[in-house]
């Protein structure tokens, strides 16, 4: 069964899309991530335009992070404040990005500088989470107690910076500057990408700022729906690349993968999680990095500059 | 047609030419195009269609006697854009786009199709003049190379990539003649074709000149919903944005009511 999409002007295969949205949906329920890492290159493999995809997931990424944001929510586990300042790096990244998207598109290295970002920072994560995972199985199995990630009187290396605050809930008190960074950077990358950075903001704000892993996670949700919002409604404005009908499919399978991805993740351990998520963003590193360096199939090809113009 | 039927037309013809004391007409022939539609509405279903084109060969009195029987081409040329071709070069060990040559205002689909090979229908200068053929169709460069990089590797790039995606065809059985003046057309749009507008030019030949040519057009338009989506993305843009985000947040609300009772 075929549909087609209005705005990427191509038929697609409805189970397909379906199937890619559930499993994507599967993973990021099992790992408490938004996929998009997965799902960008995905469809992108499908055959329609990186422009519609970036633009059109950005939607389906804002309802599974709300979907689980909702439930954080219910356990008081959001720290709207910290939310908020990230957030508001995060609008300042999106824009940035937002302009670096088009000039790369103009000088025709998107396809590489989305290549090459997905390989350094999957790479890089990957190996960062596989190496913690296997540290954490290993301490356990010798009987020795994990290691804390936050120690008494930590406070972290940004102590000396000014503009200070609080934030109860991730028992924090620090400048808000290296916050609104972390914030503008996960935004740019995001919007150049089509990823959340759900896989950035967590491992950012637990080892870097050493907040507690549920709240982490609550805040990166937080912020995932406000900054996918957001760019759902920019591409929608200014590049009138978002594909409604893709959105829809991508949600449907999404929301409904999610949930047996989680039920399924509360049986596992922490450690196997993360080891298994770092497998698997390896895996897709690998492939960004067989692509650079094996021979192309297609020496040349063809793109439409400024379709929508 | 007889030989008596052509003797009989010749006769027609020098009578009307001495009644109307006029110079033998280059064409006497005319060609109608006619499609069974005009437009092709695109539906969720959309999966590529044929289309296919009748045209009749219509002599009037002034018809000259050819020898040998017609050939027929037909051309069929879809919205223009600008398209950029691009070559991935090694760069520190990796493939990167490299050198790029742009075509302005190519045809995004372009069909050739003929009732035998183009070679024997017309020479290469007509083949040139009138796009007849993938290997004579015209593309407008813009922008200049370095003296290194071939131009035509360029062009043969592009138009294997066409080939390949079915948004460039090319036939020498496409056109068929169903009798002596009613000839049958028919070429693929594929399901990645662009909305827009076809041009179709048939183009009737005897012994590798043109003798008459006949047009038509046929509009891919979006329709229903598909339809109704498009113009809300181009028309509201901001009211569609919304629409997205609210459809999200639903979305999202309700997996979380209907999964919580599970």
Redesign the interface.
Same mark, same amino acid.
């Not at chain 1, 759902?232 to 404005?237: E, F, N, V, Y």
């Not at chain 1, 692509?291 to 192309?296: H, L, M, S, T, W």
């Not at chain 1, 297609?298 to 500059?305: D, F, K, M, N, V």
């Given at each position: 069964m075929?549909? !087609?999409l209005? @705005?990427a002007?191509?038929?697609v295969n409805l189970f397909l899309i379906l199937g890619i949205g559930t499993a994507v949906g599967f993973i990021s329920g099992l790992f408490g991530v938004g996929g998009g890492f997965l799902l960008t290159p995905l469809l992108i493999f499908s055959?329609i335009s990186p422009a519609v995809v970036v633009a059109s997931e950005a939607?389906?990424i804002?309802?599974?992070?709300?979907?689980? %944001?909702?439930?954080y929510a219910r356990r008081s586990l959001i720290d709207y404040r910290l939310g908020a300042v990230l957030v508001s790096g995060g609008v300042a990244g999106s824009l940035l990005g937002v302009w670096l998207f088009s000039l790369l598109r103009r000088v025709?290295?998107l396809?590489?500088a989305i290549g090459i970002a997905y390989l350094i920072l999957l790479g890089g994560i990957g190996i960062l989470m596989l190496k913690e995972a296997v540290g954490t199985m290993r301490a356990k199995l010798s009987g020795a107690p994990p290691p804390a990630l936050r120690k008494g009187g930590d406070h972290g290396w940004a102590h000396g910076l000014p503009f200070k605050m609080r934030f109860h809930k991730s028992k924090l008190y620090m400048s808000v500057l290296p916050i609104i960074a972390l914030g503008a950077a996960i935004g740019m990358i995001g919007s150049v990408l089509g990823v959340g950075g759900g896989f950035l903001t967590v491992p950012a704000l637990i080892y870097l700022f050493r907040v507690p892993t549920t709240v982490a996670i609550g805040v990166s949700l937080f912020y995932t729906?406000i900054t996918?919002?957001a760019a759902?409604?920019?591409? %929608?404005?200014t590049n009138?690349t #978002?594909d409604?009908?893709l959105?829809?499919l991508l949600? @449907?399978g999404g #929301? #409904?993968g999610?949930?047996y991805g989680a039920s399924v993740g509360q049986q596992m351990k922490g450690e196997e999680l993360r080891a298994l998520l770092a497998l698997l963003i390896l895996a897709v590193a690998g492939r960004f990095f067989y692509?650079?360096? %094996? @021979?192309?199939e297609?020496? !040349?090809? @063809?793109?439409?500059?400024d379709?929508w113009s | 047609m007889s030989v008596p039927g052509r003797m009989l037309l010749l006769g027609v013809l020098l009578a009307n030419l001495s009644l109307a004391g006029l110079a033998l007409p280059a064409r006497a022939e005319k060609l109608v195009v006619v499609l069974a539609a005009e437009r092709i509405g695109i539906t969720s279903s959309f999966s590529g269609t044929q289309v296919v084109a009748i045209t009749v060969v219509e002599r009037d009195g002034q018809s000259i006697s050819r020898s040998g029987a017609y050939d027929a081409v037909a051309l069929i040329r879809g919205p223009e854009r600008t398209q950029v071709t691009r070559r991935k070069v090694r760069w520190a060990g990796l493939w990167v786009n490299g050198p790029s040559r742009t075509y302005v205002g190519a045809p995004t689909y372009f069909a050739a199709i003929a009732n035998r090979p183009f070679a024997d229908i017309a020479g290469d200068d007509l083949r040139a003049e009138h796009n007849i053929g993938l290997d004579f169709l015209r593309l407008s460069t813009r922008g200049r190379l370095p003296g290194d990089v071939d131009d035509k590797a360029f062009r043969d790039a592009f138009v294997a990539a066409k080939r390949t995606d079915g948004l460039y065809v090319e036939s020498d059985r496409g056109v068929t003649f169903i009798n002596d003046t009613v000839l049958r057309a028919s070429f693929p749009l594929p399901a990645n074709t662009p909305v827009g507008s076809y041009k179709i030019d048939v183009l009737l030949l005897s012994q590798g000149a043109i003798v008459a040519r006949g047009e038509a057009s046929i509009d891919l338009v979006k329709e229903g919903f598909e339809a109704s989506v498009f113009r809300a993305s181009r028309e509201q843009p901001l009211l569609y944005g919304l629409a997205s985000v609210v459809l999200a947040i639903a979305m999202g609300w309700m997996a979380g009511i209907v999964f919580r009772r599970n």
């Open positions: 075929t549909v !087609y209005p @705005i002007e191509l038929t055959g939607s389906q804002a309802a599974t992070a709300f979907s689980g %944001a909702l439930a025709g290295q396809d590489f729906v996918m919002s759902s409604l920019l591409h %929608a404005t009138l #978002v409604i009908v959105s829809l949600m @449907i #929301v #409904v999610a949930q692509e650079f360096v %094996a @021979i192309p297609r020496l !040349y090809s @063809i793109s439409i500059p379709v | -």
